[in-house]
C-alpha cells in the first residue's frame, strides 16, 4: 500500500486517502497492539449499535512495520471548517451539533467500556495535583449518577464530517458508555481549550434547553473531565485545565 495523500498529521498518528479509505498509520512502530486493537473493538462495537452516521471499519494491518487501521473514507468539509468559512452561520451550525450529540447518546452499546471507570483511572493517575484535590474529584465522581448513554467521548467540530450524502461522525477511540452530561462537559471544555468560549456557552445553553436538563447538572461534571484531559500533559492546556478543577459550587 503506498502511502501518498496525507489528509491529517496528528500527535501519535496520520491519516491518509488510500483508494477510497481513510488510513490511519500510528506513528511509533513499537505503539502496543492493545491500543490498536482497542480502537478497532470499540469502533466495532460503536458500529453494531447500527448508528448510520459511523464511517466502516475496513481493515487492521502494519505498514512499512507500523500499526494502521483503515476506515471507509468519508469527503467533505469539517464542521470547523465551515464555521471559519461562514462564521455567521455558526449559531445553526452548533444546534446541528447538539441535534447530532443527543442522536449519538441515544445509541446504548453494553459492551463498550464505561466512562466513570475512565474518569477514575485519569484522575487516580495524575501527579499534578494533591491527593486531597484526588480525593474531592473521585468522591464527586462517585456521587454523579450512573447511565449508560453510547458518548463519543471527543464530539468537537473537527470530528463531525459534511458532504452530500449527509453528516458522518468520525474518531471513535475514546467512546464509552456513561452519562450524556459529561460527553457534554467534554465538548464545552474543547470549545474553551480552543478559545470558544462564546460558542461553549451557547452550545451549554442550547443543548440543556432541548433536553430539559439542568446547567448546573452539567457543569458538576466539568471539573471531572478537565482532571481527566490533564493526564494528556499537553503544556497549553494545563493552566486553564486547573482553573477548572476547583470542586467550588457554581452559581
Request: charged share 30%; glycine share 4%; net charge negative.
Amino acid at each position: 500500500m503506498t502511502l501518498k495523500n496525507m489528509i491529517s498529521d496528528g500527535e501519535k498518528v496520520q491519516v491518509f486517502e488510500v483508494d477510497g479509505k481513510a488510513v490511519k498509520v500510528f506513528k511509533d512502530p513499537n505503539e502496543p497492539k492493545s491500543v490498536v486493537l482497542y480502537e478497532a473493538l470499540t469502533h466495532s462495537r460503536v458500529e453494531e449499535t447500527g448508528y448510520s452516521r459511523v464511517p466502516a471499519l475496513e481493515e487492521v494491518t502494519k505498514i512499512d512495520g507500523k500499526w494502521a487501521i483503515s476506515y471507509q473514507f468519508v469527503k467533505g468539509d469539517t464542521l470547523s471548517e465551515l464555521m471559519k468559512k461562514d462564521p455567521k452561520k455558526a449559531d445553526e451550525y452548533l444546534e446541528q451539533m447538539v441535534d447530532l450529540q443527543i442522536e449519538i447518546n441515544s445509541q446504548r452499546s453494553p459492551k463498550i467500556s464505561r466512562l466513570k471507570d475512565y474518569l477514575k483511572r485519569s484522575i487516580e493517575g495524575l501527579d499534578m495535583i494533591d491527593d486531597v484535590k484526588k480525593y474531592e474529584l473521585l468522591t464527586r465522581l462517585e456521587s454523579m449518577p450512573k447511565h449508560v448513554k453510547l458518548c463519543h467521548g471527543e464530539f468537537t467540530p473537527d470530528n463531525i464530517i459534511i458532504n452530500d450524502d449527509g453528516v458522518f461522525v468520525v474518531d471513535w477511540l475514546k467512546a464509552k458508555q456513561g452519562n450524556a452530561s459529561a460527553d457534554v462537559a467534554k465538548t464545552y471544555l474543547w470549545f474553551c481549550l480552543h478559545h470558544h468560549t462564546e460558542y461553549a456557552e451557547k452550545y451549554l445553553k442550547l443543548y440543556c434547553k432541548k433536553t430539559g436538563t439542568a446547567v448546573k447538572y452539567v457543569q458538576d461534571w466539568l471539573p471531572i473531565v478537565a482532571a481527566a484531559q490533564l493526564k494528556f500533559k499537553r503544556p497549553e492546556e494545563r493552566e486553564l485545565l486547573l482553573t477548572w478543577i476547583d470542586i467550588a459550587d457554581y452559581e
